[in-house]
């Protein structure tokens, strides 16, 4: 099993970045939620947003709503995370997730990437 985050990197205030993470390894569509945490410097590993299989709906933390969206490509098992007005405390490594509550259940989670909001 792999998720393989992409597209972080150094931004200015005020910018816009889209992580995406590539899943491979098991069957996408059979995950409940794909997500995105992210945990900053000294930190709690936090949920940022997530996104239904069975209909496509989201949930986002109430920090980022309006300014980040989930999505998802299931034909490229791909979940994207596209971020603007970015700001500081956006400051994080980000990390994918897939999840099945249901048997048989797993919990997988990507290696993470660095999102840096600075002047």
């Known amino acids: 099993v792999q998720l393989v985050e992409s597209g972080g990197g150094l931004v200015q205030p005020g910018g816009s970045l889209r992580l995406s993470c590539a899943a491979s390894?098991?069957?996408?569509?059979?995950?409940?939620?794909m997500s995105w945490y992210r945990q900053a410097p000294g930190k709690e590993r936090e949920l940022v947003a997530s996104i239904t299989s069975a209909d496509g709906s989201t949930n986002y933390a109430d920090s980022v709503k309006g300014r980040f969206t989930i999505s998802r490509d299931n034909a490229k098992t791909t979940v994207y995370l596209q971020m603007s007005s970015l700001k500081p405390e956006d400051t994080a490594v980000y990390y994918c997730?897939?999840?099945?509550?249901?048997?048989?259940?797993?919990?997988?989670w990507g290696q993470g990437t660095q999102v840096i909001v600075s002047s």
């Open positions: 390894g098991f069957t996408f569509r059979t995950a409940d939620a």
């Open positions: 997730n897939a999840r099945r509550l249901h048997l048989p259940q797993y919990n997988y």
